[in-house]
């Protein structure tokens, strides 16, 4: 039976951890979203087994929270001034990123002996990006610039190619085994991304015209953070993708609304807790006894997957004419993955429960080390571009007692 203050205790401790982290990724090469994963996987089960099994249940609702935030935030960057400046370089990029990276593993995978239809839904998931680690690392150095910018409006839409391709893929992977065509799963990810679409326009529309009508401090953070978190639960019992959804709501609220910085400012007070929670807890949940079982396709789905991101930025970076800094190194900054494919695996393996032994202990190996090493190689990229100023989060005194500035100020 749990004693009595087991949970805030806990909830104390997590969070204190994130000022250590802060300071440790300020005197070190290694990122605080590194810090707290590794944090998550030492107190976790994998190793002392510390944290009571109630974190068990916190991780679906702490997970949800925190991205749908992330998605909404991610929004504020795509405004009509973005889409004039960076639009076609971003759209290519992403495009890019997603077709070489499919690309790339599914004919490394072939050429280890995978069978077709197996390559195939790992060629789905691999485009995957965790955009909650990548755009961390951009806002703990306070990355400002050109790179910085397309980052994160690739990161903000390379999910939503990213999701088609994987309806597409796993589609094909269908015909390939004799299941048919595969309209179920061309219909999954059409619903998915259009139902997406349609439920953040449906939310935005009504957020942007009462921000600036509310009264700014406590009335706006409730107001924003009501609406943020009714788009996820939706987005949830919809089944559609919460974090395109709120990614959407965020875009239009960003081109629409009167004063419009102010949910952003808002969400963005209050997300550092629920990011901390969300690190610590995604890091307790990966299993390093996945690792064994993963063998050579899980190492040739790391490698070929990290491939991939290479030559899929220098192709999309061939279409758009981008400078050398993206060509170089935006592929290295994209290389964390997790919650989206996680969750892509585990629709492959509702479609194909004989391949789970076969996709599962992939993709969560895969987690485990593109979610130590991608944060650090991101951090590598923007330092190496010259955009990482190098302060953490709350460093700055004119932040307002906000955490910070906005994504969309950066």
């Known amino acids: 039976m749990e004693r ?83 639009g076609r370089q971003v759209i290519a990029l992403s495009l890019g990123l997603v077709i070489g990276t499919a690309v790339v593993v599914w004919a490394g995978l072939i050429a280890l002996g995978v069978t077709i239809e197996l390559a195939l839904i790992l060629a789905g998931i691999a485009p995957a990006t ?53 309209w179920a799963a061309l219909l999954m990810g059409l619903w998915d991304v259009g139902g997406a679409i349609g439920l953040g326009l449906a939310l935005g529309l009504p957020m942007a015209f009462l921000t600036g009508r509310i009264k700014p401090g406590e009335p706006t953070m409730v107001e924003a953070l009501a609406l943020v978190f009714l788009c996820g639960g939706l987005a949830l019992w919809l089944k559609v993708s919460f974090l395109l959804s709120a990614m959407v709501m965020g875009i239009v609220v960003a081109n629409l609304a009167a004063h419009h910085t102010r949910p952003f400012h808002a969400i963005e007070g209050i997300e550092w807790p629920f990011m901390i929670l969300f690190f610590v807890l995604s890091g307790a949940s990966l299993n390093v006894k996945s690792l064994p079982a993963v063998g050579l396709v899980g190492l040739g789905y790391v490698g070929w997957r990290a ?19 993206i060509r170089r190194w935006l592929g290295a900054a994209l290389m964390p993955q997790a919650g989206v494919a996680l969750g892509a695996a585990l629709m492959a393996v509702h479609r194909f429960p004989e391949l789970r032994e076969s996709i599962i202990p992939v993709v969560i190996g895969a987690t485990v080390v593109f979610e130590v090493v991608g944060p650090a190689l991101t951090r590598l990229a923007l330092y190496r571009v010259g955009e990482a100023s190098g302060r953490g989060r709350g460093d700055d005194p004119g932040s307002e007692g906000k955490g910070g500035q906005s994504p969309g100020e950066a």
């Open 4 to 86: 009595p203050g087991t949970t805030l205790l806990m909830l104390g401790s997590l969070l204190l951890v994130g000022y250590v982290t802060d300071w440790l990724g300020r005197k070190t090469p290694l990122p605080r979203v590194t810090f707290l994963l590794l944090f998550g996987f030492l107190v976790g089960p994998s190793v002392l087994d510390l944290l009571p099994d109630l974190h068990r249940a916190w991780f679906p609702a702490v997970t949800d929270m925190a991205l749908v935030m992330v998605g909404f935030l991610l929004g504020e960057r795509i405004t009509r001034d973005f889409l004039k400046t960076y």
């Open 130 to 182: 965790d955009p909650a680690a990548t755009s961390d690392v951009v806002h703990e150095l306070r990355a400002e610039g050109r790179f910085s910018k397309t980052l994160l409006g690739v990161v903000a839409v390379d999910d939503l190619w990213g999701l088609l391709a994987f309806s597409l893929l796993l589609a094909g992977a269908q015909v390939v085994s004799g299941h048919g065509f595969g």
């Open 307 to 325: 491939v991939g991101r290479f030559v899929g930025i220098w192709a999309g970076s061939l279409a758009c004419g981008a400078d050398k800094n």
